[in-house]
């Protein structure tokens, strides 16, 4: 129900930005996180964008290991919304996902719990 694009390969240092956008839900109502599972571990959160009506009234929180280097961000006009990501190191290779849910997790960034998910798509940091 969610489909994730803009992975890839990039150096450490350099950026790239992902976007999630959905043919069967209508995103501007539903909480959009962004997740990632790396090789050999569990899979976890990284950021999550409120629901809004207004592309310029919601909240973002994100995890510590990508504080100040990820910024998510929601075009509801074009129906998707953005992780963009600088600042990019090898340990944050890993498949990344969106996923949506009616509110942020109230645990938090890290968290996992959503109902609805993408795909994935990789993104590999490596020189």
């Known amino acids: 129900q969610l489909v994730e694009s803009g992975g890839g390969l990039v150096q450490p240092g350099g950026s790239l930005r992902l976007a999630c956008a959905s043919s069967a839900l209508t995103l501007d109502l539903y909480a959009i996180g962004w997740l990632r599972q790396a090789p050999g571990k569990e899979r976890e959160g990284v950021s999550c964008i409120s629901s809004s009506l207004s592309s310029s009234n919601f909240t973002t929180d994100y995890a510590d290991s990508v504080k100040g280097r990820f910024t998510v961000s929601r075009d509801n006009a074009k129906k998707t919304v953005y992780l963009q990501m600088n600042s990019l190191k090898p340990e944050d290779t890993a498949v990344y996902y969106c996923?949506?849910?009616?509110?942020?997790?109230?645990?938090?960034?890290?968290?996992?719990?959503?109902?609805?998910w993408g795909q994935g798509t990789q993104v590999t940091v490596s020189s």
């Open positions: 996923a949506a849910d009616w509110a942020c997790p109230s645990e938090g960034a890290h968290s996992t719990k959503y109902n609805y």
